[in-house]
């Protein structure tokens, strides 16, 4: 277990961090000293990204929420506030990507992306904010590599929307917080190993499926596909004191995709 101090002692709420790129990040805190508050939609899951968490010397509290509803982000809200008293690092990372036709795309789930990947977000920094200007603290946003770019294979209207959405709250939040002393960044991961990806792959055509091998295999001049620790690392690095002067920040890791 390799580990550094650069956020001991800091608490972190971290959407959507039960798997995935949540994970990955609620690990890499762990490993560099935050205590965690982890909120996700499955108590399952949670119990066992909590049990996994517990080699580190940190502390760990769930909470069971679906974020698609907004009295249930004002209620994960108040209980962190309650269970940790002291809030340092937002990570808003829970989000659903489904690429669906725009033709295809019906209001159920338009509302669905705006609710968990915007809404949520926007609001769990609002109520969260009074505590993390008390301590200097910090929000970072997970968008995506679709915030800016478009692949074939992968129709992506609504959810390219509901990231660049969150892309522009990321830039004009850290222009109103700065004078409190916070600082707003995000994240544009491209692809990343995680379940939902298999999830959506599974459920392509074959030939949709191949194609998008292809184009990973060509477009990222890095050579491979991201895991979680790769986005671990930059969320970790920006929420610490290394990244005290960034603040509006949206930073592609994505293997150099975007060069293209």
Known sequence: MNTNSALSGKNAVITGGSDGIGYGIAEEFARQGANLFLIARTPTKLAEASARLSEYPVTVH???ADLTDISEVHRAAEHALDILGS???LVNNAGIARFIPFEQTDENAFDEHFNLNVKAPYFLAQKLLPELAKNSGNIVNISSYFSRRMLPGRPSTVYSMTKGALNLFTQSLAFETGSAGVRVNA???GMVETPQLLRNVSAMPPEAQEQMK???SALIPLGRIGNVDDIGRA???LASDAAAWVTGA???VD???TTH
């Open 62 to 64: 769930t909470f069971a």
């Open 255 to 257: 293997g150099g995709v």
């Open 187 to 189: 994240i544009a991961p």
């Open 214 to 216: 292809q184009n990973a």
């Open 250 to 252: 949206v930073l592609s």
């Open 235 to 237: 969320a970790a690095f």
């Open 87 to 89: 809030i340092d690092v």
